[in-house]
């Protein structure tokens, strides 16, 4: 049943990241429980604009949970309270009339704050770089059917494969490690024919890159498993730390 | 001047390879001083700036979102073709071919989808060989499903995410180049102006999105990857930050807009529920091959689904289209859908809508089989919606989707505007007046993996390096007008929202130069978007300045972009007097209200050349020829 809900919501608001910020306090009325988390800041957005005040500014972009462009840590948790979900595809349904909700950035030592709930993210970018692909030029590929790959191992590779990169990880990890995010692609590519030949080289120097990037060591915390909205699992870390461990030999 | 394609000579089979030959060639040695801008990094832009520099050139390349892995392409759910025949069912590049022409109402070039047949399978093997986890049998070789407006078993796919490991595989191959240093990135940036100098694509303008300042990029050429513009109706489904400004930037530079009324818009999203929504959700159409559409066969018949009996349920796309049944292309299934509600049949609360029911499959081939294909697209629909489609028929609509029309361009899919190149959903290249299935990526992907390496070769060639600098003329003005052009905009002090602007364009473009079209109607379309375009230049509500983030004049440059180009859209829905694919006016129809198209007067694709902000735009014609199939009407049945 459509209802429409009162909520008070504290937002992080920062012009920049060498200025102090500071929750600021709005409520928003007549939300409908059919609109999405970021429906309701479009709304809130509309009306600061309408009286002449800065908007809330976030990222997002496809809004159907795939691109990884949104994403804010609601009453504490990464992403809100709903499980494997982000933070565009949580609905208003899940909240009551009258609650208070906190919203902040991700924090972490390797994100910078652009503005209010935007953050530099590129550090994940730059993991990628290191190593994050097969090193294959466009062109001479074989047949795509030449070397057969077991299903299984296929939707193993598949289910590792599904990160979509937001952050929500590092931000909900007390070390701020990227380690679920790293482990991701490193166990995706481990496991298929195509990814073995430079497996040991691109486990290396996509760990050396993690450090290189100011993010923290894994603690075994599990934190990140529990925010990721894409349900990836830390069995990825635990594959990446054997594949480093065979980096070691030759 | 009458519009030349450059289609190369010989047998339809032959010209690409005649055409790889006979273009000059870059000296290796060379390629690295020139320097190629490209823009966007979805599928095409990724693609092209990774095989360009992998080629040795230098390329700049600029994305608007934070990282280039998260553009639009990220998004697509469904496939992609490919002429592999791996299933033995009787499938080849010639039916490809085919396929893509008949899909599109007859209103693409023979030899650019020729090509894009031809290229399908370097495709596939080039995503497998980066590590693409496509789907497999349990024997280990590729799966493949069947997609709309298709006989064949011819779509590669990775669970409901193929768009997301495509992409991925292509920022790979990106990310690579920008360790090797082939490639320098630019991200959360937009292009605000191209740079034409001496009548060539010199570079561009673009705003930093963190900064705001305005920023020169010179080039050697241009290569635009900027997507297509189905926001123009507000609610699509496409990414909130895709545009038509790239595009109309360089339409008043002078590239030429070509078939902007050809518009996608698919039958299988989930409905509209309020007025605050601020974007609607597709759900593959690969689950019309195991879900049943339906309403039920009374008007205004407000029963549960599962209380209305078999007898009294309307699966109307089978018993219209026996052949193709519930698989019938995207524009004959969303127009279907669109005539049983406006017939009052539609369901759920809005009556905006209709089933697409799984009861069938589910007990035919079991729930396991059915979650395992369609998991993760059940899931986003209960997320939503709040219903579960295992036992509630899911509720669809049609919706804006994608623009088959784009920046018109040649053979070498270069716009007219030499230097300028556009790949992607962008350009207007080969899917005529409706895409079918599966067919974008495959598009996206040919384009910047396979085809632009090799044309843009050939155009650069001849010409000088380092032909523009940054602190040229045309560079100053160029910027200038960019500084003009957002004083204007954050000078603004009036009561209206940018979304308020666009929700209304929106309607209007919907209701006029939707799925439906008349002449009256596209004139009132006309007059109430100049109405609109007037108040967007008194009443627009501004906060912010210039300088750093500034989302609400992101937003407005967008939106007003948006409003422009609909004149151009309304135009050559307006001039185009017959119906054909996606394009129907409802005075153009066979008796069967299929789409009846004019071959003798129509077969041709409209461009539309820039005249000024205010001025009507001016057609020219690219005639189109078929030598290989035979013009036909259409049918599914
Ligand atoms: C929900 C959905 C599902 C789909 N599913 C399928 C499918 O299953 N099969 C299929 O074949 N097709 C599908 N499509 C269509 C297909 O995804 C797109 O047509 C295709 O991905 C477009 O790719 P592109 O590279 O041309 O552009 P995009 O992926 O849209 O990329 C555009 C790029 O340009 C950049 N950009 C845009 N404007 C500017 C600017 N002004 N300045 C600088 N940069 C700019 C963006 O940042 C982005 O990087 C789907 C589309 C949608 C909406
Ligand atoms: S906006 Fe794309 S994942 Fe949320």
Redesign the interface.
């Known amino acids: 049943m459509?209802q429409s809900l009162g909520l008070t919501l504290k937002i992080w608001k920062q012009?920049?990241p060498d200025v102090k910020g500071a929750l600021q306090t709005y409520e928003v009325r007549d939300i409908?429980t059919?609109?999405?988390f970021?429906?309701m800041l479009?709304?809130l957005n509309?009306r600061?604009?309408?009286n002449?005040?800065?908007?809330v500014?976030f990222?997002?972009?496809?809004?159907?949970?795939?691109?990884?462009?949104c994403g804010a840590v609601v009453n504490g948790k990464a992403h809100g309270p709903l499980k494997e979900?982000t933070l565009c595809?949580l609905?208003m349904?899940h909240f009551k009339d009258g609650d208070v909700v906190v919203i902040e950035p991700w924090r972490s030592r390797a994100f910078t704050l652009?503005?209010d709930l935007?953050v530099?993210?590129?550090a994940?970018?730059a993991i990628?770089?290191?190593?994050?692909?097969?090193?294959?030029?466009?062109?001479g590929?074989?047949?795509?059917?030449a070397v057969?790959?077991?299903?299984e191992l296929?939707?193993k590779?598949?289910d590792a494969?599904?990160c979509?990169?937001c952050g929500a990880c590092v931000a909900a990890c007390p070390n701020g490690a990227a380690m679920l995010f790293t482990s991701a692609r490193v166990s995706?590519?481990a496991q298929?024919p195509?990814?073995k030949p430079e497996a040991k080289k691109r486990v290396a120097s996509m760990v050396a890159c993690m450090s290189e990037q100011g993010f923290g060591n894994c603690g075994n915390e599990r934190e990140c498993e529990a925010a990721c909205p894409k349900g990836i699992s830390i069995t990825h870390i635990a594959r990446m730390n054997r594949e480093f461990l065979k980096s070691f030999f030759k | 001047m009458a519009l030349d394609a450059k289609i190369p000579g010989g047998p339809l089979e032959e010209k690409w390879d005649r055409h790889c030959f006979d273009m000059k060639l870059v000296n290796p040695a060379n390629k690295r001083k020139y320097t190629v801008i490209v823009l966007g990094t979805g599928l095409a832009g990724a693609?092209a700036s990774?095989?360009l520099a992998?080629l040795g050139y230098r390329v700049k390349t600029f994305c608007l979102?934070?990282?280039?892995?998260?553009a639009?392409s990220?998004?697509a759910q469904g496939g992609i073709n490919a002429a592999?025949n791996?299933q033995n069912d009787g499938d080849s590049v010639h039916r490809l071919f085919y396929d893509t022409i008949k899909g599109g109402d007859f209103r693409a070039r023979e030899a650019n989808v020729y090509r894009l047949a031809q290229l399908s399978c370097?495709i596939?093997?080039?995503?497998?060989?980066?590590?693409v986890?496509?789907?497999?049998?349990?024997?280990?070789?590729?799966a493949n499903r069947s997609f709309g407006g298709a006989q064949v078993s011819r779509t590669f796919y990775?669970?409901g995410?193929t768009g997301?490991?495509l992409l991925?595989g292509a920022?790979?191959?990106l990310?690579?180049q920008?360790?090797a240093g082939g490639v320098t990135?630019f991200?959360r940036r937009e292009m605000a102006e191209l740079v034409v100098e001496e009548g060539r694509a010199a570079g561009v303008i673009v705003r930093n999105l963190?900064t705001g300042e305005l920023e020169r990029y010179a080039a050697d050429a241009v290569v635009m990857a900027t997507g297509g513009y189905g926001n123009v109706f507000y609610l699509s489904t496409n990414?909130?930050?895709c545009n038509v400004s790239a595009a109309m930037g360089a339409y008043r530079k002078g590239a030429l807009f070509a078939n902007p009324c050809f518009t996608q818009i698919h039958p299988t999203c989930i409905p509209v529920?309020?007025e605050?929504?601020?974007?609607l959700?597709?759900m593959s159409e690969s689950l019309r091959n195991d879900g049943r559409v339906w309403v039920p066969k009374k008007a205004g018949d407000t029963r549960k689904p599962s209380d209305i009996p078999e007898g009294e349920r309307d699966y109307y796309l089978e018993n219209k289209y026996p052949a193709f049944g519930n698989l019938v292309p995207r524009d004959v299934a969303s127009r279907n859908a669109k005539e049983q509600c406006d017939a009052g049949k539609g369901v759920g609360a809005t009556g905006y809508a209709v089933y697409l029911d799984f009861r069938d499959a589910i007990v035919r081939d079991g729930r396991d089989v059915i979650q395992r294909k369609y998991g993760n697209l059940f899931a986003?629909y209960q997320?939503?919606t709040?219903d579960d489609p295992y036992t509630l028929p899911m509720r669809i609509y049609p919706a804006s989707h994608y623009a088959m029309g784009g920046l018109w361009v040649d053979y070498n899919l270069m716009s007219t505007v030499p230097g300028l190149f556009v790949l992607g959903e962008a350009n207007f290249s080969d899917h005529g007046a409706n895409r079918l299935g599966a067919s974008a990526l495959m598009q996206g992907l040919a384009d910047g993996?396979?085809i632009i390496?090799y044309t843009l070769g050939g155009y650069l060639a001849d010409r000088p390096y380092k032909a523009h600098t940054e602190s040229s003329g045309a560079f100053n003005d160029a910027e200038e007008a960019v500084r003009q052009r957002i004083e204007g905009l954050l000078n603004a002090r009036g009561?209206r929202?940018c979304?308020?602007f666009h929700r209304e364009l929106g309607r209007i473009v919907w209701e006029h130069c939707g799925m439906a079209r008349s002449n009256v109607g596209l004139d009132k379309a006309l007059s109430r978007v100049e109405a609109l375009q007037e108040a967007f230049r008194q009443d627009l509500?501004?906060?912010?300045t210039a300088k750093?983030?500034n989302?609400?004049l992101e937003k407005a440059m967008r939106v007003s972009d948006f409003i422009s180009f609909s004149k151009v859209m309304i135009a050559d829905a307006r001039a185009r007097q017959e119906s054909c694919g996606s394009h129907y006016n409802l005075a153009f129809q066979t008796e069967d209200h299929e789409a009846r198209r004019d071959d003798a007067d129509f077969a041709h694709v409209s461009a539309w050349k820039y005249t000024g902000e205010d001025e009507a735009p001016e057609r020219e014609v690219e005639r189109l020829t078929f030598e290989h199939v035979k013009l036909s009407q259409r049918s599914y049945k």
């Open positions: 459509t012009r920049g409908s059919e609109a999405s970021l429906e479009d709304i509309e600061l604009v309408l002449g005040e800065e908007p500014a990222d997002h972009d496809c809004r159907e949970g795939i691109c990884g462009a979900t595809q609905h349904r652009i503005k935007m530099d993210r590129s994940l970018d990628i770089q290191a190593g994050g692909y097969v090193s294959v030029n466009t062109g590929a074989p047949d795509a059917n057969a790959v077991s299903q296929s939707e590779a598949m494969a599904e979509i990169g995706h590519l298929l195509q990814g | 693609s990774a095989t992998e979102q934070d990282s280039p892995r998260r639009h990220i998004a592999k791996y370097n596939i093997d080039q995503c497998v060989a980066q590590g986890p496509f789907a497999r049998e349990y024997g280990g070789l590729l990775a669970r995410q997301q490991q991925l920022y790979g191959a990310s690579r920008v360790a990135l991200t963190v990414a909130m930050s529920h309020g605050w929504q601020s974007k959700t597709l986003m997320r939503i709040d993996y396979f390496p009561r929202t979304d308020d509500a501004m906060v912010g750093g983030v989302q609400t």
